[in-house]
């Protein structure tokens, strides 16, 4: 299939104040097909946040991005203008993020709120962009739309609030919606509740979803691929149902260990301690030559040390950034 | 097991002056009654606005409640004055969500360390130092960091440093509040077997702090936990044993926090019953 987009060999790096440069983001290459969900998982500092911006060309201006290309159906948005970009940002391509109070404007009622995304998207008539309003809200909040289009940030829950960021991404109903940990400040009843938001969302409008999140249990019954990433790189690309079951990268493998489960709760009351991955990751001031995960990787060789490998398929048909399979 | 702080008929009520002018009374807790064992191992789990961060406010007598009594040994708290207060607040510590900013950012290590000992001892300088350097390997941070600005260690270093702090003064409860849900996965794992570890059987009760570990991640309470307490709308609705709440949850707020947490759970159109 065609894919939506497509992110080729994308190299992102930022400089420090003090002169240095951080290699956030290396060679991720990615692509995501219309209406799939691709869920990133990964650590702080592991680059997936550098990802999301990236694909918006929103990064920050101390960043640079060395080598790369970002295609949204066949664009390369990395080469485009202000006023382009402006144009696909909200109507292609949609951002939420993990605060949704820190994105909504405190002193405005949450539906001019959105409303305001229309305008700027040239639906002219006032009446028609409040009837869409309505409409958007009926179908994101399961009752009390109503009032919710009246209020003010500040008297809804968390939960509500989400609901609204989610409602301003789709409002000109974007392909791609990429979500930087949405429901990270959410309680797990509100966050299963926003899941399936996003997954109605999918459903009925053929959303594509990017959902960046450090928390893998999210994923599992949601995303259609799993992204793994560690200090920068893409080291695991996957069926969701794979990764989250059979693991292939020695990181993802050590990363799904360190989460204890609740069906193995009874097993654990013996005073046991959860394992863990030894070390911590590395500082991505300079360029480690072989593989990052290497000082920490269980099953390191000699060639790890030597130079970073390259992407082999693996057993359950994803690719996998290891030497245990090629490399 | 002797029971070392424990609230009786506990209520919490905060006012809260809407800008129309109306006041109105929210009730944080309702009539809680909670019993922590000395050196137990217990979570209080349940959904945001249920009431857990005001008890343990409550407990480490940073609040006073409104009414209910809070009894630590044989010292009845909500009946203590200020200065009494002194002696007890650091037996009970507690550790909040965010490492980042839990220090003055100015502050050493050391700096951040010896604070507690300058405010509630008689040691000296060189003593300091030398229990400082002690407790950085208690939590498994390297001892070359006492001269580190604490606002240049990590998310996981960082907390590690605030439970450091919080066993300065040897205290008989420590009290976590969310101090594992700002960290990735690969660093609570570490930072919940650092709890364990304080906590292990093998230590004498006597020197062996209780912990109570509150959380909204039911995964993690269960891993820690011996004992589960459930808070919804300010009120305890379910506690005891692990197993007993994960495997056989009576109260319509536990099942719904378990249904939400339970791994490979597909995602239904339902919305989960709370």
Not at chain 1, 18 to 41: C, K, M, N, Q, Y
Not at chain 1, 276 to 288: F, K, M, N, Q
Not at chain 2, 65 to 78: A, D, M, Y
Request: proline share 5%; net charge neutral.
């Amino acid at each position: 299939m065609e894919p939506l987009l497509e992110v080729q060999n994308l190299n992102v790096r930022y400089r420090t104040r003090a002169g240095a440069d951080v290699f956030a983001l290396t060679e991720a290459s990615l692509r995501i097909a219309p209406g799939e969900i691709v869920g990133v998982l990964g650590e702080s500092g592991s680059g997936k946040s550098t990802l999301a911006t990236s694909l918006l060309a929103m990064l920050p201006v101390n960043a640079a991005i060395d080598d790369g290309t970002v295609l949204l159906q066949g664009t390369n948005l990395l080469k485009l203008g202000r006023g382009e970009l402006t144009r696909i940002r909200g109507s292609r391509i949609s951002l939420i993020y993990q605060e949704p109070s820190v994105a909504l404007h405190p002193t405005m009622r949450v539906g001019v709120q959105i409303e305001e995304i229309l305008r700027a998207h040239s639906v002219d008539s006032r009446d028609e962009r409040r009837h869409k309003v309505r409409e958007l809200l009926d179908s994101i909040f399961v009752a009390d739309a109503e009032r919710i289009y009246s209020s003010y940030p500040h008297q809804l829950s968390g939960g509500q609030r989400q609901r609204i960021a989610i409602a301003q991404a789709i409002a000109c109903k974007p392909n791609l919606l990429i979500a930087d940990e949405p429901t990270a400040s959410l309680d797990p009843v509100t966050q299963r509740e926003i899941l399936e938001l996003l997954k109605k969302l999918q459903r009925e409008r053929n959303l594509a979803i990017l959902f960046i999140t450090h928390s893998l249990e999210l994923l599992d019954g949601f995303a259609d691929r799993v992204v793994v990433m560690y200090a920068g790189r893409i080291v695991e690309d996957s069926d969701a149902r794979e990764v989250l079951s059979s693991p292939q990268h020695p990181y993802t493998q050590a990363l799904l260990k360190c989460r204890p489960r609740l069906e193995r709760i009874e097993n654990a009351l013996s005073d046991s301690r959860i394992p863990v991955i030894p070390g911590e990751p590395p500082v991505l001031s300079s360029r480690v030559q072989g593989c990052e995960f290497e000082p920490r990787c269980p099953e390191r060789m000699q060639i790890c040390r030597e130079r970073v490998p390259e992407f082999s398929n693996s057993e359950n048909g994803g690719k996998v950034r290891c030497f245990k399979f090629g490399g | 097991m002797e029971v070392l702080l424990s609230a009786e008929n506990l209520v919490k009520e905060y006012s809260s002056r809407h800008f129309s002018g109306v006041k109105a009374l929210v009730r944080a807790l309702d009539r809680v009654n909670l019993a922590i064992p000395r050196g137990a191992r217990i979570a209080i789990v349940g959904a945001s606005g249920s009431g857990k961060s005001t008890l343990a406010v409550c407990l480490a007598c940073l609040e006073k409640p409104s009414s209910g009594t809070i009894r630590f040994q044989n010292h009845e708290l909500t009946c203590l004055s200020v200065d009494e207060l002194r002696s007890i607040r650091p037996q009970i510590q507690l550790v909040f969500q965010d490492p980042a900013t839990a220090f003055n950012p100015n502050f050493t290590v050391l700096e951040v360390l010896e604070e507690p000992w300058i405010l509630q001892t008689k040691m000296s300088a060189e003593e300091r130092r030398e229990r400082a350097t002690e407790l950085l390997v208690r939590v498994g941070l390297a001892r070359n960091i006492l001269g580190r600005g604490s606002a240049d260690l990590s998310g996981g270093q960082r907390q590690r440093l605030a439970i450091a702090r919080a066993l300065a003064l040897k205290p008989k409860v420590l009290i976590l509040d969310e101090a594992l849900s700002a960290l990735d996965y690969s660093v609570q794992a570490q930072i919940a077997n650092l709890l364990l570890d304080l906590s292990d059987r093998a230590i004498p009760l006597a020197v062996r702090p209780a912990i109570v570990l509150i959380t909204h991640d039911l995964v993690m309470a269960a891993r820690f936990a011996d004992e589960i307490v459930v808070m919804q709308s300010g009120r305890i609705v379910e506690n005891g044993p692990v197993q007993k709440i994960v495997g056989n949850p009576e109260h319509a707020a536990t099942q719904a926090l378990l249904a939400c947490t339970m791994n490979g759970a597909p995602i239904s159109e339902k919305r989960p019953a709370v």
